[in-house]
């Protein structure tokens, strides 16, 4: 539904969108991670029409954006960075300006705000002026706006931030209630946000698509991905400390704590899963166990890693 | 969508808008307040000894100079510094029609300022038996030069994010628009440039245009004047909007 072909965009001499390509289909969640000022703004204020490509285009539901801005705008709903509204307009005097501007008309559109407000929890301040809502409160007439006509693409930059945790987890579950039958985009820097709504990850840096697949794939290129943590009662004798080591899969064995601590890191090869050997083993030498656990690998180091790596390779560029 | 209904849409919300601050009632305050003391103590009304408005309307182009760049600066400037610009831009309409939408909000309630002045029609009217054709034919062209002024503020508005610069070009360039038929401007001209150039530069003046019409003369030429100057600037808007989203 969403189709974005080699998108460039420079700001005088800085590149902030670099030839990014992907496509996203009904049902999909992409999340965009990045550091600030990486170019995931940029990339959807293109898509959604608000700033020309220098090379490069976006289609939605098959409309280019450059050449039938109209028709693919009427298919989007987006949540601008920072959700700027109309702040002298009442929600609902709000809510009704996009209707009539996406023309929605009477009963159609009196139906439309009606279920926008039910799903952003605005009854309460629908005659309020909205200079007067907390961030919040602004943030969710922001997300109504978006979602007024029903859209087959959403597109939200940054949808949960400055949102206190109980709204967070309403505008997830929001998301998550809709993603079947939509084609939906968010951004964040938020990465536990991530496993809570989305298929799907990007990962962009200095304007380029760094990694692009499920949460899950991107946790396992962690660095302690399937790392077994293991913490005994009392420290266990060395010669069976050694033989751990030997087990198969096993490339070796770290101190997990500090000096003295009975707490060891079985580091596996790339792909093994060595919990069952691990669990066998100890039960066999009868360690007292404290704690066992498979790490699944955070997706903050793997952020950091790609975004360092980029980085490294741009200096080594600069310092031809 | 059609585009007049997205244009309608668009020019209610900014209507609204303007009352929806005390900043409306000021500046209908201050316009009437202008505009009748002008009329009555430097236009000296009452010792011309004449029933007609001339000493009233003489004086519409330097209060406009002033009020419809005050008017305007606040048409897109605003929005680019809410980022409302944002939201306005990603909705299914076209440039064109969020321009004259905007347009014509700010240029109807420059209307709603004119029309407040009746009273000074209906006073002239008692004390004596005016022509009502030129008092008619002055309010006409006043309304249109209103809409001249405000084409230029809102194309100046597009250039910037701040209300303040737009208010300051706004008047600048109004002001080269008033006086291209004085002296002023034809002098320095007139010594450098050949004379078809001066008489084009003249032509282009508001002053002269709108004095024509407040004699009585509603000539073809001076509305598509004030109406080409209006398209000229509102198309101009849209480029410099366009050019923008491009930057």
């Not at chain 1, 608000?50 to 028709?71: E, Q, S």
């Not at chain 2, 303007?18 to 305050?29: E, G, H, R």
């Not at chain 2, 100079?65 to 909705?91: C, D, H, Q, S, Y």
């Not at chain 2, 002055?138 to 209103?146: D, Q, R, T, W």
């Amino acid at each position: 539904m969403i189709e974005v072909q080699s998108l460039t965009k420079h700001f005088g001499p800085i590149r902030a969108v670099d030839g990014v390509s992907f496509s996203v289909g009904k049902g999909e969640v992409l999340g965009f991670l990045g550091p600030n000022g990486a170019g995931k703004s940029t990339t959807m204020k293109m898509i959604t029409g608000f700033i020309t490509p220098t090379a490069g285009t976006a289609a939605v539901c098959g409309h280019d954006i450059r050449t039938a801005p109209i028709a693919a705008k009427s298919r989007i709903g987006y949540l601008p960075e920072g959700a700027p509204l109309y702040a002298d307009m009442t929600a609902r005097g709000f809510l009704n300006f996009i209707g009539a501007s996406r023309g929605l008309r009477g009963a159609e559109r009196a139906k439309a705000v009606d279920r926008v407000v039910e799903i952003a929890q605005l009854k309460t301040v629908l005659d309020q002026p909205i200079e007067t809502l907390s961030k919040g409160f602004t943030r969710r007439v922001g997300l109504a706006q978006a979602l007024l006509h029903d859209p087959d693409v959403l597109i939200l930059d940054e949808p949960t931030d400055g949102l206190d945790p109980n709204q967070k987890h309403h505008v997830r579950q929001v998301i998550n209630d809709m993603a079947p039958d939509k084609a939906i985009v968010i951004s964040t820097h938020i990465l536990e946000e991530v496993h809570a709504v989305c298929s799907r990850a990007m990962i962009i840096d200095h304007g380029r698509l760094l990694a692009d697949s499920t949460p899950a794939e991107l946790e396992a290129r962690a660095q302690h991905h399937n790392t077994v943590t293991l913490r005994t009662l009392a420290m266990p004798p060395d010669g069976e400390r050694a033989a751990l080591g030997q087990l198969d899969g096993v490339i070796e064995i770290e101190a997990g704590g500090s000096a003295g601590e009975p707490v060891f890191r079985v580091i596996p090869q790339e792909g093994a899963n060595v919990l069952p050997a691990v669990t066998a083993f100890v039960a066999e030498k009868g360690w007292q166990v404290d704690e066992l656990r498979l790490e699944q690998g955070r997706l903050d180091d793997v952020f950091r890693e790609l975004t360092a790596a980029a980085a490294a390779g741009r200096d080594a560029e600069a310092a031809q | 969508m059609n585009a007049a209904r997205t244009v309608a849409v668009i020019f209610r919300r900014e209507f609204a808008g303007y009352f929806a601050s005390p900043v409306a009632y000021v500046f209908l305050i201050v316009f009437l307040a202008l505009a009748g003391a002008l009329t009555f103590f430097i236009g000296n009304f009452f010792q011309r000894n004449q029933a007609d408005l001339d000493s009233f309307f003489v004086f519409h182009p330097w209060v406009y100079l002033f009020l419809m760049p005050a008017i305007a600066m606040r048409l897109w400037a605003e929005e680019r510094k809410t980022g409302t610009v944002e939201l306005l831009f990603t909705l299914p309409i076209a440039t064109w029609h969020a321009v004259a939408g905007k347009f014509l909000a700010a240029w109807l309630f420059a209307g709603v300022a004119l029309a407040l002045t009746f009273p000074i029609w209906i006073t002239v009217a008692n004390l004596g038996a005016p022509d009502h054709g030129p008092i008619i034919a002055g309010y006409i062209g006043s309304f249109l030069m209103a809409g001249g002024y405000l084409a230029i503020g809102s194309c100046l508005s597009a250039t910037t994010r701040n209300q303040v610069i737009a208010f300051v070009l706004a008047a600048i360039v109004c002001f080269a628009f008033s006086m291209a038929g004085a002296e002023v401007v034809l002098g320095p001209i007139r010594d450098i440039l050949p004379q078809d150039f001066v008489n084009l530069v003249a032509s282009f003046s508001f002053l002269n245009h709108f004095a024509e019409m407040r004699k009585g003369v509603i000539d073809l030429r001076n509305l598509l004047y004030f109406l080409s100057v209006i398209g000229v600037f509102l198309f101009a808007t849209v480029l410099v909007l366009d050019l923008k989203k491009a930057e």
